[in-house]
């Protein structure tokens, strides 16, 4: 029988069974825990949360391109340019998203991948979530 530690939580999970197990001292499966422990086992550590996938709107998307940050150490396409590759690429989940323009699209996004790849000076996966993430920073004063 092994454990594993919660993230942010004083309980386990029992890996047999994927049960977690609240610290609770009048629960039994948390004192066969407790004896596990007292036996001098382990439990595994918990797992590092997902680092979370940057998204944003089309405006701040737009805001960044026409803005073009030092701070994004490359020099991101011209909104004319964005919109050309939207229109050169023919894709309708591309078109979907300019014409409705309220829905955030995360960096990890295969649409925007295929957009990165479609601007005349193409865009790296990474650059492409520092864009993403730089225009999910930006805020209406």
Not at 6 to 20: E, H, K, L, P
Not at 121 to 130: F, G, I
């Amino acid at each position: 029988m092994t454990y594993t530690l919660i993230v942010n939580s004083t309980g386990v999970t029992r890996d047999v069974d994927s049960a977690s197990i609240p610290a609770d001292a009048g629960n039994a499966d948390w004192r066969a825990y407790q004896a596990w422990l007292a036996a001098g086992n382990t439990p595994n550590p918990a797992p590092v949360p997902p680092t979370p996938v940057p998204t944003a709107l089309l405006w701040q998307l737009e805001a960044i391109c026409n803005s073009a940050p030092i701070s994004l150490g490359f020099t991101p396409p011209t909104w004319p340019q964005v919109q050309a590759a939207v229109t050169a690429q023919n894709d309708p989940a591309l078109t979907a998203f300019f014409a409705v323009g309220m829905n955030p699209i995360p960096a990890n996004s295969i649409t925007l991948a295929r957009l990165a790849a479609a601007v005349p000076a193409p865009l790296t996966a990474a650059q492409v979530t520092a864009l993403v993430a730089a225009a999910a920073a930006v805020a209406i004063d």
